[in-house]
């Protein structure tokens, strides 16, 4: 991977980071993350008009890629209820690299280098030890925990594979967001109903902003699939746990202990690997 990749991956694991936390500080997540969503559909559709559509090709895939980022909203909502940041986030994000790696030989015929592979296992196991309490793997919630992270895989995957046929990763990434932006508020209506939806709370600004912000991060880590195995730059994606855990520890005073610091080196480790 070239350093320009490397960079830009790291550069959108600090922003994932930043909204994950923004969310979780939230007191309605599924509200917060709806608004993020309506934020990040009505930037796509700006921007569609003065894009070239992607080829035909990728429709399939940008369609069922919002299918599942949608799953993912509701599950990684529902672990945030039941568990704090330094914990759920690393199980979400540290399962995923792995599973990315399997789907990507699977449906891509895509095979990382060795250096590689020992980099993704690195990252991966450096992530889900943050998790553990003791020999216990102690995470409330951690079945929407687990649950959040085969979204990512499967999404990662369907991505992965949709960018490379559209012929246009920016055009790809704009009209995938714009059905997910969409489907989302639908969604939340169905469980809620419009007037919670609509109705003015403080953090309206905030949630938009965070929207926009996970919408530049997951941009950078497609555009970065069209040029690097999907395995990898998902697991130099994942470091965003190194980011969401001193998140945790300065801004929502959870602790910082020398378990996770080890667990941390252990990441930055495969990340070099990678890299």
Same mark, same amino acid.
């Given at each position: 991977?070239?350093?320009?990749?490397?960079?830009?991956?790291?550069?959108?694991?600090?922003?994932?980071?930043?909204?994950?936390?923004?969310?979780?500080?939230?007191?309605?997540?599924?509200?917060?993350?709806?608004?993020? %969503?309506?934020?990040?559909?009505?930037?796509?559709?700006?921007?569609?008009?003065?894009?070239?559509?992607?080829?035909?090709?990728? =429709?399939?895939?940008?369609?069922?890629?919002?299918?599942?980022?949608?799953?993912?909203?509701?599950?990684?909502?529902?672990?945030? +209820?039941?568990?704090?940041?330094?914990?759920?986030?690393?199980?979400?994000?540290?399962?995923?690299?792995?599973?990315?790696?399997?789907?990507?030989?699977?449906?891509?015929?895509?095979?990382?280098?060795?250096?590689?592979?020992?980099?993704?296992?690195?990252?991966?196991?450096?992530?889900?030890?943050?998790?553990? +309490?003791?020999?216990?793997?102690?995470?409330?919630?951690?079945?929407?925990?687990?649950?959040?992270? %085969?979204?990512?895989?499967?999404?990662?995957?369907?991505?992965?594979?949709?960018?490379?046929?559209?012929?246009?990763?920016?055009?790809?990434?704009?009209?995938?967001?714009?059905? =997910?932006?969409?489907?989302?508020?639908?969604?939340?209506?169905?469980?809620?109903?419009?007037?919670?939806?609509?109705?003015?709370?403080?953090?309206?600004?905030?949630?938009?902003?965070?929207?926009?912000?996970?919408?530049?991060?997951?941009?950078?880590?497609?555009?970065?699939?069209?040029?690097?195995?999907?395995?990898?730059?998902?697991?130099?994606?994942?470091?965003?746990?190194?980011?969401?855990?001193?998140?945790?520890?300065?801004?929502?005073?959870?602790?910082?202990?020398?378990?996770?610091?080890?667990? %941390?080196?252990?990441?930055?480790?495969?990340?070099?690997?990678?890299?």
């Amino acid at each position: 991977m070239s350093v320009t990749i490397v960079s830009l991956t790291l550069f959108a694991a600090l922003l994932h980071a930043g909204w994950n936390a923004l969310l979780r500080g939230g007191s309605d997540r599924l509200w917060s993350m709806t608004v993020m %969503c309506i934020a990040v559909s009505i930037v796509c559709i700006g921007i569609a008009p003065f894009l070239t559509a992607p080829d035909k090709a990728s =429709w399939m895939y940008a369609l069922l890629s919002a299918v599942l980022h949608v799953g993912y909203n509701l599950f990684l909502v529902k672990s945030y +209820q039941s568990g704090e940041l330094g914990k759920t986030y690393p199980i979400a994000r540290g399962s995923s690299p792995l599973l990315v790696t399997l789907g990507a030989a699977l449906f891509a015929g895509e095979m990382p280098g060795a250096s590689a592979i020992a980099g993704i296992g690195l990252v991966s196991f450096g992530i889900i030890s943050l998790a553990f +309490q003791g020999r216990r793997l102690a995470v409330p919630g951690l079945p929407w925990a687990l649950g959040t992270g %085969c979204f990512i895989a499967a999404y990662s995957v369907t991505d992965g594979i949709g960018v490379r046929l559209s012929g246009d990763p920016l055009a790809y990434t704009v009209w995938m967001s714009a059905l =997910w932006g969409l489907m989302m508020p639908t969604v939340y209506i169905a469980l809620r109903g419009p007037r919670s939806l609509f109705s003015a709370r403080p953090g309206l600004l905030a949630s938009a902003g965070g929207g926009v912000v996970s919408l530049l991060a997951y941009g950078i880590v497609i555009y970065a699939m069209t040029h690097a195995p999907m395995g990898a730059v998902s697991a130099l994606r994942e470091t965003s746990v190194l980011f969401a855990v001193l998140i945790g520890y300065f801004l929502l005073g959870e602790t910082l202990t020398v378990r996770k610091m080890l667990a %941390c080196v252990m990441i930055a480790a495969g990340a070099a690997l990678i890299g």
